[in-house]
Protein backbone atom coordinates (compact mmCIF):
# COMPACT_ATOMS: atom_id res chain seq x y z
CA UNK A 1 0.00 0.00 0.00
CA UNK A 2 1.22 3.55 -0.86
CA UNK A 3 0.72 6.24 1.65
CA UNK A 4 0.23 10.45 1.35
CA UNK A 5 0.17 12.37 4.59
CA UNK A 6 -1.04 15.87 4.36
CA UNK A 7 -2.38 18.68 6.60
CA UNK A 8 0.64 19.92 7.86
CA UNK A 9 1.49 23.34 8.45
CA UNK A 10 2.06 26.23 10.67
CA UNK A 11 0.01 26.98 14.06
CA UNK A 12 -0.09 28.59 17.14
CA UNK A 13 0.22 26.97 20.29
CA UNK A 14 -3.49 25.67 21.90
CA UNK A 15 -4.42 25.80 17.99
CA UNK A 16 -5.51 22.39 15.76
CA UNK A 17 -4.70 20.72 12.90
CA UNK A 18 -6.16 17.60 10.90
CA UNK A 19 -4.07 15.65 9.15
CA UNK A 20 -4.82 12.87 6.30
CA UNK A 21 -3.29 10.19 4.94
CA UNK A 22 -4.38 8.45 2.02
CA UNK A 23 -3.73 4.95 1.05
CA UNK A 24 -3.82 3.48 -2.48
CA UNK A 25 -5.37 0.49 -3.46
CA UNK A 26 -7.88 -2.16 -2.90
CA UNK A 27 -6.65 -3.09 0.43
CA UNK A 28 -6.64 -0.53 2.60
CA UNK A 29 -9.15 -1.59 5.28
CA UNK A 30 -7.31 -4.95 5.88
CA UNK A 31 -4.49 -2.78 7.07
CA UNK A 32 -3.62 -0.91 10.47
CA UNK A 33 -2.60 2.37 10.30
CA UNK A 34 -0.43 4.63 12.16
CA UNK A 35 1.24 8.17 12.81
CA UNK A 36 4.29 8.34 14.11
CA UNK A 37 6.72 11.68 14.39
CA UNK A 38 9.88 12.73 14.32
CA UNK A 39 11.51 16.28 15.85
CA UNK A 40 14.88 17.48 14.87
CA UNK A 41 17.78 14.92 16.42
CA UNK A 42 15.35 12.65 18.05
CA UNK A 43 14.36 9.25 16.96
CA UNK A 44 10.80 8.37 15.62
CA UNK A 45 8.13 8.19 17.77
CA UNK A 46 5.11 6.73 18.05
CA UNK A 47 1.96 9.03 18.16
CA UNK A 48 -1.31 7.19 17.90
CA UNK A 49 -2.56 3.66 15.88
CA UNK A 50 -5.78 2.29 14.81
CA UNK A 51 -6.67 -1.06 13.58
CA UNK A 52 -8.20 -2.36 10.90
CA UNK A 53 -11.88 -1.22 11.57
CA UNK A 54 -11.23 1.21 13.66
CA UNK A 55 -12.37 -0.77 16.79
CA UNK A 56 -9.48 -0.36 19.09
CA UNK A 57 -6.64 2.56 18.84
CA UNK A 58 -3.97 3.60 20.86
CA UNK A 59 -1.80 6.69 22.26
CA UNK A 60 1.58 7.79 23.40
CA UNK A 61 0.82 9.25 26.52
CA UNK A 62 2.22 12.81 25.19
CA UNK A 63 -0.90 13.05 22.99
CA UNK A 64 -3.62 11.23 24.86
CA UNK A 65 -6.78 13.62 25.33
CA UNK A 66 -5.53 15.92 22.63
CA UNK A 67 -4.96 13.94 19.64
CA UNK A 68 -7.84 11.31 17.98
CA UNK A 69 -6.74 8.83 15.13
CA UNK A 70 -9.51 7.69 13.16
CA UNK A 71 -10.17 6.46 9.41
CA UNK A 72 -12.87 5.94 6.96
CA UNK A 73 -12.08 2.54 4.70
CA UNK A 74 -14.41 3.70 2.19
CA UNK A 75 -12.05 7.04 1.41
CA UNK A 76 -9.07 4.70 1.99
CA UNK A 77 -7.85 7.42 4.79
CA UNK A 78 -6.94 7.61 7.88
CA UNK A 79 -6.93 10.79 10.11
CA UNK A 80 -5.32 12.21 13.01
CA UNK A 81 -7.10 15.23 14.56
CA UNK A 82 -4.78 16.86 17.08
CA UNK A 83 -6.22 19.88 19.63
CA UNK A 84 -4.25 21.97 21.81
CA UNK A 85 -1.20 21.35 20.33
CA UNK A 86 2.25 22.24 22.08
CA UNK A 87 5.47 23.52 20.76
CA UNK A 88 6.79 20.02 21.22
CA UNK A 89 4.39 18.39 19.11
CA UNK A 90 6.59 20.72 16.24
CA UNK A 91 7.46 17.46 13.92
CA UNK A 92 7.38 15.87 10.99
CA UNK A 93 4.36 12.96 10.99
CA UNK A 94 4.42 9.93 8.86
CA UNK A 95 1.64 7.70 8.33
CA UNK A 96 2.23 4.11 8.44
CA UNK A 97 0.69 0.85 7.81
CA UNK A 98 0.79 -2.80 9.13
CA UNK A 99 -1.08 -5.59 9.26
CA UNK A 100 -1.56 -8.42 11.55
CA UNK A 101 -3.30 -12.04 12.01
CA UNK A 102 -4.84 -10.87 15.37
CA UNK A 103 -7.33 -8.68 14.30
CA UNK A 104 -7.19 -6.12 17.63
CA UNK A 105 -3.68 -5.46 17.55
CA UNK A 106 -2.24 -2.14 17.94
CA UNK A 107 1.34 -2.35 18.06
CA UNK A 108 3.00 1.14 18.75
CA UNK A 109 6.63 0.03 17.71
CA UNK A 110 7.63 1.69 14.26
CA UNK A 111 9.82 -1.29 13.20
CA UNK A 112 6.38 -3.01 13.33
CA UNK A 113 5.27 -0.96 10.13
CA UNK A 114 5.37 -2.57 6.86
CA UNK A 115 4.85 0.85 4.94
CA UNK A 116 5.94 4.27 5.26
CA UNK A 117 4.76 7.40 3.65
CA UNK A 118 6.53 10.75 3.03
CA UNK A 119 5.96 13.37 6.00
CA UNK A 120 3.91 16.31 6.10
CA UNK A 121 5.75 18.93 8.46
CA UNK A 122 3.57 19.77 11.97
CA UNK A 123 5.66 23.83 13.19
CA UNK A 124 3.35 24.89 16.56
CA UNK A 125 4.93 28.27 17.65
CA UNK A 126 4.93 29.18 21.06
Known amino acids: VQLQASGGGLVQAGGSLRLSCAASGRTFSSYGMGWFRQAPGKEREFVAIINWSGGSTNYADSVKGRFTISRDNAKNTVYLQMNSLKPEDTAVYYC????????????????????WGKGTQVTVSS
Open 96 to 115: AAYKSVYKNYVPSDPNGMDS
